[in-house]
């Protein structure tokens, strides 16, 4: 139907940046998207309580939501490093006593939190902060998620990348996060969304253009570090994480 309009909850981080220029660069549509910004935790929120039809959610937040369906092929994934969901502190994880974590992403405090105990072989104790300027003491570390990461990952004497952990523990690659819509969302409409995400991640030198960040740092990042289209390793190692998460 022409003139149909869909609301998007979307990721403010730069690694989601190729979908938003998708969203508003791609072909013209017999459909609208409305893009709303948001941090990871606040985009399955606003999915949660109807503000959103669809939206870019941080999977650890999937066992909350109800009557919803991954509705494309994309995602934020990493094989091995991801760069922007570290760990980082001044002692040696055997001294951590206690671990700060970003409140922005259930995910990645998760995804800590198995690795902690279960590869870094500890068992500190655990607060939520808001990460961005904290620093922590000795026999303490942190967990920085995003951007904040670019400023800040040579602040620190010991830095351990959680989607290298997770690839050191499980040979998996890791999903971040994931498209996510309304059970009732047409196909069509789903269809359209995966054309505007394939045209915006396929033109990745666009979006490094049209971003104030260093071009050099963003094309590697992109093209080392992110993976945007999610294939049946990616959905093993997302079923894997879930299933582990259920223990936590």
């Known amino acids: 139907m022409p003139g149909e309009l869909y609301s998007i909850a979307l990721v403010n981080y730069l690694n989601a940046k190729p979908f938003l220029y998708g969203l508003q660069n791609g072909p013209d549509l017999p459909v609208k998207f409305d893009v709303t910004l948001f941090n990871p935790a606040d985009c399955a929120l606003a999915f949660l309580e109807g503000k959103a039809d669809m939206a870019l959610v941080p999977v650890g937040s999937l066992p909350e939501l109800k009557d919803y369906k991954i509705i494309t092929d994309y995602g934020i994934a990493a094989l091995e490093e991801v760069r922007t969901v570290c760990l980082f502190s001044d002692s040696e994880p055997r001294d951590w006593k206690e671990v700060f974590l970003d409140n922005h992403s259930r995910t990645s405090v998760l995804l800590a939190q198995l690795l902690i105990k279960n590869v870094l072989g ?72 995966n054309t505007l995400l394939h045209y915006g991640t396929s033109r990745l030198e666009e979006v490094i253009k049209e971003n104030g960040t260093d071009p050099n740092l963003l094309r590697e990042y992109y093209h080392r570090y992110i993976q945007y289209r999610l294939d049946e390793n990616h959905h093993r190692g997302l079923l894997h994480f879930l299933d582990l998460i259920k223990k936590v």
């Open 122 to 193: 500890i068992q500190p104790t655990y607060s939520k902060i808001d990460a961005e300027n904290f620093h922590p003491a000795s026999g303490q570390a942190i967990l920085l998620i995003g951007d904040k990461v670019f400023a800040r990952e040579n602040e620190f004497t010991y830095s351990y990348d959680l989607a290298k952990l997770w690839f050191d523990w499980t040979g998996l690659p890791f999903v971040f996060a994931v498209w996510v819509g309304k059970n009732d969302i047409p196909e069509h409409i789903t269809s359209h969304l």
